[in-house]
């Protein structure tokens, strides 16, 4: 989310001052079998509240309202019991899904701040402006709700990774304040804010007395009365002038002040605890307690080394002690599986990846031009030979690329067919973007914070269905096939382009962008009078003369009969 929140108003200031030949060796992760998730992760990105309104009864909870106006910040309703309809009717089945990252569930901020040059209410739908880590938003669902949803992905082979953030929690807004008796608020019709007047309810000069109620200088930088100053560096500043963690720091330190008084927080003091510690305790009860199989860490460069190594090794005896207590719920026994939002990251082993980080997004793929075969081929050839040298020098190291983000933008919604089969065959992890694969428009955006238009609800009443088709074909191949994620990549063919991926025992063929009657070389993939199946038309062939022909579709991937 670092770019998205860099677009807030500036009033918030004032809130807290080609190679085409084989390569030589396939990508093996140490310790990671053929058949794994973490060799081939297909993981499906759901900003939860523009997904599916499961639970409509939820959807104004905390007083939070719509705004009458283009809806650009508020919650649009989307929970974790739509994403439980929809693995129950197998929508991510069918697009050959094996993760869903759902954006923070635990409670936000309860009220608005103001969005981009005070345009638009800034609700906290996304999950970013956290308040507290134990409980969940009564927007997102109940404990009961978060449970099926876990139970119901893992009965299908998903797992279920949450966005979490460790670098920030969110702004004091007006309503929280309120709501929680933070004593910073003017007297008098507080109610009457808007956005033009917003700041003026709130007393920034108030002592630190008052301001310690909130989660105090011990807790975060904030430039307030009682807190440290923000610094200048990665790890110090304030990111979009959010408070900073001090997760860094060896002190012990007590529950937040107003923890203490929240009705409803599970919250509980532990004994000579530093803020990682509690950080890290919270974030992992809710492996411990549901069996969430990993985190996606929002902001990974803006918190020290440490604290991610800490985050994986309590993730990991949380997931095993949970399979150990529900050994009829787990998919296996796998352990913990940690990405990390590292901008602008691209395919390279970074101190990232002996730090906690199983993989990182891959910020490189969105901007490479992939309609053009021999520009696509060297990307492929590309990522796979820098895959393969990390595995083969004992170093291993994944990536996860996607086209569209909730914090750059959407790919253009005309090329999704030929985008998403580039994406789709990609060495490596891949992510798919809620609605990249229904063809979802952009939606309502600001001036002052474009990225929110990529944020649009879910385009159920409209899919594009034949892009649709197209991406569930795609994914489908890939999740039966470890070796496009990671076999040695070879280049067959130019007319049309054509390319085979080799992991152990696992053989495919894919030309991308065939169509027509073609003739495939596979004579290094195949044997003459082996039938092989084309798993985008449906049709099968058999190998002659090292050559597949056949009747192509729009693209052929080549699967053994």
């Known amino acids: 989310m670092t770019r998205t929140l860099l677009a807030t108003s500036l009033s918030l200031i004032c809130l807290f001052s080609q190679a085409t030949e084989s390569v030589a060796t396939p990508i093996a992760a140490a310790g990671v079998s053929k058949s794994s998730f973490a060799t081939n992760p297909i993981v499906y990105f759901a900003i939860t509240d523009r997904f599916y309104n499961g639970n409509p009864a939820n959807d104004q909870s905390y007083g939070r309202k719509p705004d009458g106006a283009k809806e650009i910040g508020t919650f649009h309703g989307g929970d974790l019991a739509g994403l439980t309809v929809k693995l129950k009717e197998g929508y991510f089945r069918n697009l050959g899904v094996n993760a869903i990252w759902i954006t923070a569930p635990y409670e936000q901020i309860r009220g608005w701040v103001q969005g981009g040059k005070e345009e638009f209410k800034h609700y906290a739908y996304h999950g970013y402006f956290a308040l507290d880590y134990t409980v969940l938003d009564k927007n997102m669902g109940t404990p009961d709700e978060l449970r099926e949803f876990v139970d119901t992905a893992h009965a299908q082979g998903v797992r279920v990774l949450f966005d979490i953030v460790m670098n920030h929690p969110g702004y004091l807004d007006i309503e929280t304040a309120h709501q929680l008796n933070i004593p910073v608020l003017w007297k008098g019709a507080y109610e009457q804010y808007t956005l033009k007047d917003y700041h003026g309810w709130i007393d920034y000069n108030a002592d630190r007395k008052q301001w310690a109620e909130w989660w105090g200088g011990d807790w975060v930088r904030a430039g307030l009365n009682g807190y440290t100053a923000a610094g200048s ?21 007590g529950l937040p002040a107003f923890l203490k008084k929240k009705a409803d927080t599970r919250a509980v003091a532990l004994p000579n605890a530093t803020v990682r510690d509690y950080l890290v305790t919270w974030l992992t009860n809710w492996v411990r307690d549901y069996g969430v199989d990993g985190f996606r860490v929002d902001t990974a460069k803006h918190v020290e080394m440490a604290s991610w190594q800490a985050l994986k090794q309590a993730g990991n005896a949380a997931l095993t002690e949970w399979k150990a207590k529900n050994p009829q719920k787990k998919i296996d026994d796998a352990p913990f599986w940690m990405v990390g939002e590292v901008f602008p990251h691209a395919v390279e082993r970074t101190a990232y990846f002996d730090n906690g980080f199983d993989s990182l997004i891959n910020f490189d793929l969105q901007d490479r031009k992939l309609d053009d075969p021999l520009e696509l081929d060297r990307l492929y050839g590309d990522y796979a030979r820098k895959l393969a040298a990390g595995s083969s020098e004992g170093k291993a190291f994944d990536v996860l690329s996607y086209l569209s983000s909730h914090d750059t933008r959407l790919y253009k919604r005309d090329q999704l067919i030929t985008a998403g089969t580039a994406l789709l065959l990609a060495p490596g992890g891949v992510q798919i973007f809620y609605g990249d694969e229904t063809a979802r428009p952009d939606g309502p955006a600001s001036s002052g914070d474009p ?111």
Do not use: C
């Open 451 to 561: 990225q929110q238009s990529t944020r649009s609800s879910m385009n159920w009443a409209s899919p594009n269905t034949t892009v649709l088709a197209h991406w569930q074909k795609l994914g489908q191949f890939r999740a039966r096939h470890p070796a496009l994620a990671r076999g040695v990549h070879r280049k067959l063919g130019d007319e049309p382009y054509a390319f085979s991926r080799i992991y152990g025992d696992d053989r495919v063929v894919a030309a991308p962008f065939a169509k027509g009657e073609v003739s495939i070389p596979v004579a290094h993939v195949y044997k003459d009078g082996q039938m092989v199946r084309d798993a985008y038309s449906g049709t099968t062939a058999k190998v002659e003369g090292g050559m597949v022909k056949l009747l192509a579709q729009g693209s052929v991937l080549l699967e053994a009969q």
């Open 233 to 253: 560096s990665d790890l110090t500043m304030q990111l979009a002038y959010l408070p900073d963690f001090k997760t860094e720091q060896a002190k012990a330190v």
